[in-house]
């Protein structure tokens, strides 16, 4: 009897139901201090997390340490016997999930020399632009293994690849920042090097903005930036029940322009979020949030489905083994009519200081723009020193003036450049 | 050859309980036991994070951490630095001494005073970690201490007329529990965001600001602090380096970070076995040192080490700890006075720089107009943004009512716990931020 089958025994002699989540993660990577590696640095994680389930009372714990699972077990009861009970139909049984990995890239093995090459190529590309200098770096490689398993029979194994290099830039005191993350071996170093060393070049010598009104281009590294603060929690089944999202209420509602969409893709062969289960072994599938400008519905984990009347929409995500899942996103797209972006001028916000201090209920924002520049004919032209733009999220949603054909993933998003009309902006 | 390596190791327990429109949602106890292997090779660092740590496979860490420092290329030296342990100050009241059961009958008191009309959303959160800390290093150091953290926060949501705001409060403490007397923080969370229905979005432009207390230690934190972090000097990523002896503000201002002090950014031994203590990041006006890890401080000098924070399992990097600008001779009502028609800011939603360039930014949970020296209506989402070697040339009155708040910082993927502090400033120029038009 393996760990797992043993921790579902002994739960099941206390609870209605358990689950048990396990996972594994290997990683090599490597940081660059300027143009030379400092650190070379490699991760071996272990983590177990168990959710037990009686009368509609659930607890959690969690350890990364499977051999202490019994301490770990009677914690986990010990709090489903505090928690307040709620509405709860059950875990999910198990049925025939495709065998094809959605996120797994045999290419990606965990070899020094391959995060070196990284590095290299960062360093390469940044040597386009000799007014800018590296300042710091890194590459990593990692291989993690999930397991699902509960009382009902279901036992699901996923296993992913993860890629990912960054490097950063200065010019005088004009900094840029680049990287590229994939589930692939597939990154593109030397461009992430060249895109990096730009910006900081580009940005230096940059004139003061005039206080007034501009058209704005977000890139979608800006634009994600605010999506993940204000949009996205406003999407949550939980915090629309509890009173925390301002589409509360609104499906149905236009909520934004007519030609936008967005949705969660979770079949995307190599998006962020590939998978064919999600955190508590709900099978997933596409669910949309905003179709054509009108708000659709909300994403939704078991517990926060059962205890208001919804469907789950297979959307439970964890941080990690640690703590109960909870409804998210694994490959957010967003889709408006096409057009081209940067032809008139604009100011290209390339990305925002200061988003994570949004209000996330409102969706007003004040924040910083890094990099800004004015941008013409598909060129960038004039750099701007600073700007602060604040604005509201939700309404930017109806102010949209056309995306960019090319998408771009951000952490677990797959975003578009976006053209704002008339935004106030402060120099 | 490994020229030196270390291991710090760190195992305890964490609670959390989550309080939701009158509902528990949870209240667990989780256990955590991580450690990182530093080793130093010919040129440069190789570094293991092990979950679940066990002393007898050290050596085979080792021999992985050295041939990943075949990697590297940075020749890294390290500067001599005293190593000692700070006693950690017995608690003043130990959260171990009640059961999951009562805290959280407490938290739900909290969380069920932040509710009344008009308010449709109220949550509380209490976390609690106990860590032990175990380090040992090839040059014979070796500590091990135990802390406790543990604090609550708690949220009030109300709605008129669609419009929604809401009230924050939180409380945090290193050896404490102050969850015991956190009775009044629901009622202030609900009062917040019931006045923050009234309040009028704040209009941006340039305008003289008072800072409060706990604005001004999240200015001290990001507009100073980072900028002075060894590290990003070094990699020549900070506005402030080679700037040791300019001056970047008025005599009277001094901002000095101290992990020694029981604030909740304690450390009492930074995380590379260093005795920790104050360092004046700017005295008198004069920028004067930076902060330090060993390595840094053998890379750049100015300064000392004992600046060395990490998170449980990875490798520790230059963090500020508590960080302060020291009591002025000026008073809260001589600050309002002199800002004459401006803004008061209140609180902090948090805030991020860039310290290559030079930039911050912040947001202040509310506000107020200042309209001939006294208080006149409430404002909301205003933030402040400026430059790092210009804005604090603009302080122009630094009062004496310093006090210390707590939050997190993050950094290179790690959060760390930090104590900000400041006395009420005033700015006499100041680009505020906010979403009201004219």
Redesign the interface.
Same mark, same amino acid.
């Given at each position: 009897m393996d760990a797992i089958e043993a921790i579902i025994e002994g739960a099941a002699a206390h609870a209605d139901e358990a689950e048990v989540y396990l996972s594994g993660a290997e990683s090599v990577g490597a940081e660059l201090s300027r143009d030379r590696v400092r650190i070379g640095q490699a991760g071996h994680a272990t983590g177990l997390g168990i959710r037990v389930f009686r009368d509609g009372r659930v607890g959690v714990s969690s350890t990364n340490d499977p051999s202490r699972w019994e301490a770990c077990l009677e914690a986990a009861l010990a709090a489903m016997r505090l928690a307040d009970p709620q509405p709860w139909g059950g875990l999910p049984g198990p049925i025939d999930l495709p065998e094809r990995r959605l996120a797994y890239d045999p290419a990606v093995t965990l070899e020094p020399g391959k995060v070196a090459e990284l590095l290299e190529g960062m360093k390469e590309g940044a040597l386009e632009h000799p007014a800018a200098s590296v300042t710091a770096g890194s590459a990593v490689l990692s291989r993690t293994r999930v397991e699902v398993a509960n009382t009902g029979g279901l036992r699901y194994a996923d296993e992913q690849t993860h890629a990912s290099c960054s490097v950063e830039a200065i010019a005088g005191t004009s900094t840029g920042f680049e990287f590229d993350a994939s589930h692939a071996l597939d990154l593109d170093p030397v461009h992430v090097g060249e895109r990096a060393a730009f910006f900081a070049a580009h940005g230096a010598g940059g004139e003061p903005l005039a206080p007034g009104t501009y058209d704005l281009v977000l890139s979608p590294l800006a634009l994600a930036e605010l999506i993940e603060v204000v949009l996205a929690p406003a999407l949550v089944g939980r915090n629309v029940h509890a009173g925390r999202s301002r589409l509360a209420g609104r499906v149905g509602e236009a909520v934004a322009d007519p030609g936008l969409s967005l949705y969660d893709d979770p079949h995307l062969p190599m998006g962020p979020g590939a998978a064919w289960f999600d955190a508590e072994g709900v099978p997933t599938h596409r669910v949309d949030f905003i179709r054509n400008g009108v708000l659709a519905g909300f994403a939704y984990d078991l517990r926060t489905a059962y205890r208001y009347g919804a469907t789950t929409t297979g959307s439970a995500v964890r941080g990690g083994y640690g703590g109960a899942p909870s409804a998210g996103f694994h490959t957010l797209v967003l889709e408006a009519p096409v057009a081209d972006v940067t032809a008139d001028e604009a100011v290209y916000v390339r990305s925002v200081v200061g988003a994570h201090t949004a209000n996330t209920i409102t969706g007003d924002f004040s924040v910083e723009v890094s990099n800004p520049t004015f941008v013409a004919g598909g060129e960038f032209t004039t750099p701007v020193s600073t700007a602060m733009w604040g604005g509201n999220l939700f309404d930017l949603l109806g102010a949209i003036e056309g995306v960019s054909a090319e998408r771009r993933e951000i952490g677990g998003m797959l975003l578009p450049a976006l053209r704002l009309g008339e935004q106030r902006l402060v120099g | 050859m490994a020229r030196y390596f270390d291991v710090r190791h760190v195992s305890g327990e964490?609670t959390?309980i989550d309080i939701?429109?009158g509902?528990?949602?949870?209240?667990? !106890?989780?256990?955590?036991?991580?450690a990182v292997v530093r080793v130093l090779g010919p040129w440069?660092?190789?570094?293991?994070?092990?979950?679940?740590y066990r002393g007898a496979d050290l050596d085979r860490f080792v021999a992985?951490?050295l041939?990943?420092?075949?990697? !590297? &290329?940075?020749e890294?030296a390290l500067a001599d630095a005293p190593c000692r342990v700070l006693p950690v100050p017995p608690p003043s009241d130990d959260p171990r001494s009640l059961g999951?059961?009562e805290k !959280?009958a407490l938290l739900a008191a909290v969380e069920s005073s932040a509710r009344g009309a008009e308010v449709?959303?109220t949550?509380a959160v209490y976390t609690e970690r106990q860590e032990t800390v175990r380090f040992a290093s090839s040059e014979g150091a070796e500590y091990a201490y135990a802390l406790g953290r543990s604090g609550y926060s708690v949220l009030a949501?109300a709605?008129r007329n669609g419009?929604?705001?809401?009230g924050f409060e939180r409380r945090h403490a290193v050896n404490g529990f102050p969850l015991r007397t956190g009775m009044g923080d629901g009622e202030k969370a609900r009062e917040t965001a019931l006045a923050l229905l009234d309040a009028r979005?704040?209009t941006?432009?340039r305008m003289r600001v008072v800072l409060d207390p706990e604005l001004a230690g999240v200015f001290a934190h990001e507009a100073v602090g980072h900028a002075s972090e060894g590290?990003l000097v070094?990699?020549?990523?900070s506005?402030l380096a080679g700037r040791i002896g300019e001056r970047i503000g008025g005599p009277g201002l001094t901002i000095a970070d101290d992990p020694s002090l029981p604030e909740f950014g304690f450390d009492p031994v930074d995380a590379e076995g260093v005795a920790t203590g104050r360092t004046e990041l700017v005295k008198d006006g004069v920028i004067s040192a930076f902060l330090h890890t060993r390595e840094t401080l053998a890379a750049v000098g100015d300064g000392q080490a004992g600046h060395a924070r990490a998170m449980p399992g990875e490798?520790p990097l230059v963090r500020m700890s508590n960080t302060f600008i020291e009591n002025g001779d000026a008073n809260y009502d001589e600050c309002l006075e002199e800002c004459g028609t401006g803004m008061l800011l209140i609180g902090s939603?948090?805030?991020?720089?860039?310290p290559?360039?030079?930039?911050?930014?912040?947001?202040a949970e509310y506000g107020y107009l200042v309209e001939d020296g006294a208080l006149g209506g409430m404002v909301?989402?205003?933030?402040l943004?400026g430059?790092i070697l210009g804005t604090l040339h603009e302080i122009a009155l630094i009062a004496d009512d310093r006090r210390m708040h707590q939050g997190y910082c993050g950094k290179g993927g790690q959060s760390v716990p930090v104590g900000d502090g400041a006395p009420h400033v005033l700015l006499s120029n100041a680009?505020v &931020? &906010?979403?009201?038009?004219d």
């Open positions: - | 964490a959390n939701d429109n509902v528990v949602e949870s209240a667990t !106890t989780s256990f955590f036991d991580r440069g660092w190789g570094v293991v994070s092990v979950d679940n992985e951490a041939a990943l420092a075949e990697l !590297t &290329g940075e890294v999951l059961e !959280t449709r959303n949550r949501v709605e419009v929604v705001q809401m979005a704040a941006g432009g590290d070094r990699e020549g990523n506005v490798a939603r948090g805030g991020q720089v860039d290559g360039r030079g930039m911050f930014q912040f947001n909301r989402d205003v933030s943004s430059e680009v &931020g &906010g979403s009201g038009r």
